[in-house]
């Protein structure tokens, strides 16, 4: 049983680090295509189904041509076949394919790339730190998964330099938007909140299920506007992800937070019972 990075891409297993997507691929030389991360456990991913409609959608967003889901399943049976990745990412893209070196489009095919690879799971708590730079609730590409992340990339390096496990961006008008691969939630007099889609923010899966199971629970969560120095007097703060689930956050910047805080560790249990229960909600 392989527990090693496993690579597919249009149809077949590659060698992960040979070459094996064109040079001209669109993504490659302008971020043109779609992506999704599935949380792998036990060898199993996590929320699949769910991952597919907003790979459908992102695809959608961003005008390429209809998904084939079958091609998609295909490379990820490919991929977890003969694995035993007890935790770990299923990563899979979907580009315009070889395209024009500009940012215009032809009609070529589109490339389908599907990766797993072990992971460490995440730790118990984190830090986040805000950074100065915006996430733009106008953007053509708002609230798509698109493998244009260079900006999530800069923003991340810069978590990393401060020891924080996040980088938190607010929007163009100063409020709370998400993380660099993270939805941010916090507690205030114990209801929870969360900004909405119209902040500028992707719509992530283990957002949907905590705002689903926490309500089913008989939690208080609510999507509203906030103020990015929200984090600056909430009393807990907690961030969501498909290889996080729900973390407690202990520190924001200089600020710190306590991480066993109430309502964060009832959503913890809340959200790993459920999960436990159903590997695709
Ligand atoms: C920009 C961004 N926001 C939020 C998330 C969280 O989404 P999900 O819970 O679907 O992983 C991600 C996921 O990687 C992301 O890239």
């Given at each position: ?119 460490t799971?995440p730790p118990?708590?984190g830090k986040l730190t805000v950074v ?20 999530n990339v800069v923003a991340l390096a810069r978590a990393k330099q401060a020891g924080a496990v996040e980088a938190v ?10 993380c660099t691969g993270s ?61 996080k ?6 520190a924001?910047d ?28």
């Open positions: 049983m392989s527990t090693t990075t496993r690579v597919w891409v249009n149809g077949h297993l590659v060698d992960p680090n040979g070459p094996s997507v064109s040079a001209l691929d669109h993504s490659v030389t302008v971020g043109d295509g779609v992506f999704e991360t599935a949380k792998i456990v036990a060898g199993t991913p996590f929320a699949l189904t769910r991952h597919h409609r907003r790979l459908e959608r992102s695809a959608a967003g961003l005008g390429l041509p209809p998904v084939d889901l079958g091609v998609v399943d295909a490379g990820v049976a490919a991929v977890l076949d003969g694995t035993a990745i007890d935790f770990g990412r299923l990563r899979y893209s979907v580009t315009g394919g070889v395209g024009p070196l500009g940012s215009d489009r032809d009609d070529a095919a589109l490339t389908y790339i599907v990766v797993a690879a072990p992971q799971p118990p708590s100065p730079w915006t996430r733009n609730e106008r953007s053509a590409v708002v609230g798509l998964k698109t493998t244009s992340y260079a900006e961006f607010g929007n163009t008008r100063g409020e709370l938007c998400e939805n941010v939630f916090v507690v205030v007099d114990g209801v929870v909140l969360t900004p909405p889609a119209e902040s500028g923010l992707l719509l992530g899966i283990t957002r949907e299920l905590t705002i689903e199971w926490g309500r089913a629970a008989g939690l208080d969560i609510r999507e509203e506007t906030l103020p990015l120095d929200v984090l600056r007097t909430a009393d807990e703060v907690f961030i969501t992800s498909s290889t689930d729900v973390l407690p956050v202990h924001v200089d600020r710190e937070l306590p991480a066993d805080g109430p309502v964060t560790t009832e959503l913890q249990r809340v959200f790993r019972t459920n999960a436990e229960r159903d590997s695709d909600p």
